[in-house]
């Protein structure tokens, strides 16, 4: 059983893995399957999606870094799927709106956000993310992916 700990950073409460081995077999195993299916709702097929492609190549750690820092990635900011009248950003505010809610009235628990180590790019969290910009918070914790040599 992986071992997840709270850490408190700025009234917030996240659930943190803190193994390095432990976060790369969270990401690639739990957090690439709905990264898969966001590709498929794209219809983009995964197998080609580069981000997919380097996850096994990369190392994992937690950080926490200045939210100022991390840049959002503009083709996920701008998608938009009108055969479904799915608008990114629109989804994006109400699921923010209902994370605020949760954390401020009822303490809920954060992840840590997710983010490439090369530009400090958001790839997972982008509603965790524009909750902790509403609520002023400064530093966040944040997986941090490498890439580097393939774990063993």
């Known amino acids: 059983m992986m071992n997840t700990p709270i850490r408190r950073q700025e009234g917030l409460s996240y659930w943190v893995i803190e193994d390095p081995d432990a976060i790369y077999d969270f990401i690639n195993n739990e957090v690439r399957k709905e990264w898969i299916e966001d590709a498929k709702n794209e219809h983009q097929d995964p197998k080609n999606d580069p981000w997919l492609k380097t996850l096994p190549k990369r190392k994992w750690c937690l950080e926490l870094i200045e939210i100022d820092r991390l840049r959002l990635d503009p083709e996920i900011i701008s998608y938009a799927d009108e055969s479904r009248g799915y608008v990114f950003q629109e989804r994006l505010e109400q699921r923010r709106c209902e994370l605020e809610k949760a954390v401020r009235n009822f303490g809920a628990v954060i992840w840590p956000l997710v983010a490439r180590e090369e530009d400090l ?17 400064s530093k966040v914790y944040v997986y941090v992916g490498r890439l580097g040599a393939v774990q063993a």
Request: hydrophobic letters at 45%; one cysteine or more; a positive charge.
């Open 121 to 137: 790019q958001l790839v997972d969290g982008y509603c965790r993310y524009a909750m902790l910009r509403a609520m002023n918070v």
